[in-house]
C-alpha cells in the first residue's frame, strides 16, 4: 500500500500517559495535515505543514498537544498528560504540492487512522 | 469563519431511487467545496470538488452561491453507494473544514 500510512492503527492509553502517533504521507506530497474524529462528527482540523513548517494550528490543539515533521517528510502528534476527552480517531492526510489549472487546493489523501482510547 | 452544516445525519434510499445529500455552507469569500466519501471499512477520499464539474460514480454536486449549497445528487441509487458522505469547504490556502457527514443507506 503507497498510500499514507499510519501508526499505530489503534491505542489504549491510562489517562495521564503522554501518546506520539505516527504519520508517513505519500511520498514527494509537501502539505501533511493532522485531523481529529469523534464519534458522529466530522474530521476537525489541528494543524497543517508545508514541508516542515507547521503553518497553521487550530484552538483544538491545546498546549498538550505538539506535531512535528522535523525533515519534511513523516510527522508525529504527541499528546501530553491524556484526558479521556482525547478519546478519538485521528487522521493524517497529505497532499501534492503545486495543483495548477488554477486550483488552490488540491485533493487530500487520508491514512487509516488511529484509534485512541484514553481509559 | 467557514461552515458547513449537513442537515441529515442519515438518508434511507430505495435501490434505484434518487440520491440528495444536502449541504450549505457558510464563508464570506470564494470557497473551493468538495465532497469526501468513506465506504465501510475503508479510508476517506475524495469523491468529487465543484471546480471540476466532473460527474464521479454517477454523482454530480452544483455549487450555488445564491443559496451557499452544494448538495450531492444522483439519479439512480446502487447499493455500492451505501457510505458516510462528507461535506467540506476550503476558503484559505490547505485549511478543510468538514461537515458532521451524512450516511447514506441503500435499500435493496
Known amino acids: 500500500d503507497t498510500g499514507v500510512s499510519q501508526d499505530p492503527r489503534h491505542k489504549i492509553t491510562k489517562r495521564g500517559q503522554n501518546v506520539t502517533f505516527r504519520c508517513d504521507p505519500i511520498s514527494e506530497h509537501n502539505r501533511l495535515y493532522w485531523y481529529r474524529q469523534t464519534l458522529g462528527q466530522g474530521p476537525e482540523f489541528l494543524t497543517y505543514f508545508q514541508n516542515e513548517a507547521q503553518l497553521e494550528k487550530s484552538r483544538l490543539l491545546s498546549d498538550r498537544f505538539s506535531a512535528e515533521r522535523p525533515k519534511g517528510s513523516f510527522s508525529t502528534l504527541e499528546i501530553q498528560r491524556t484526558e479521556q476527552g482525547d478519546s478519538a480517531m485521528y487522521l493524517c492526510?497529505?497532499?501534492?504540492?503545486?495543483?495548477?489549472?488554477?486550483?488552490?487546493?488540491?485533493?487530500?489523501?487520508f491514512g487509516q487512522g488511529t484509534r485512541l482510547t484514553v481509559v | 469563519a467557514q461552515r458547513v452544516t449537513q442537515p441529515e445525519k442519515l438518508l434511507s434510499v430505495f435501490k434505484g431511487a434518487p440520491v440528495e445529500l444536502k449541504c450549505n455552507y457558510s464563508y464570506s469569500g470564494s470557497p473551493e467545496l468538495f465532497w469526501y466519501v468513506q465506504y465501510s471499512r475503508q479510508r476517506l477520499q475524495l469523491l468529487l470538488r465543484h471546480i471540476s464539474r466532473e460527474s464521479i460514480k454517477g454523482f454530480t454536486a452544483d455549487l450555488n452561491k445564491g443559496e451557499t449549497s452544494f448538495h450531492l445528487k444522483k439519479p439512480f441509487a446502487q447499493e455500492e453507494d451505501s457510505a458516510m458522505y462528507y461535506c467540506a469547504l476550503s476558503g484559505g490556502y490547505q485549511k478543510v473544514t468538514f461537515g458532521t457527514g451524512t450516511k447514506l443507506q441503500v435499500i435493496p
Open positions: 492526510a497529505s497532499s501534492p504540492r503545486d495543483p495548477g489549472r488554477g486550483l488552490r487546493n488540491t485533493e487530500a489523501f
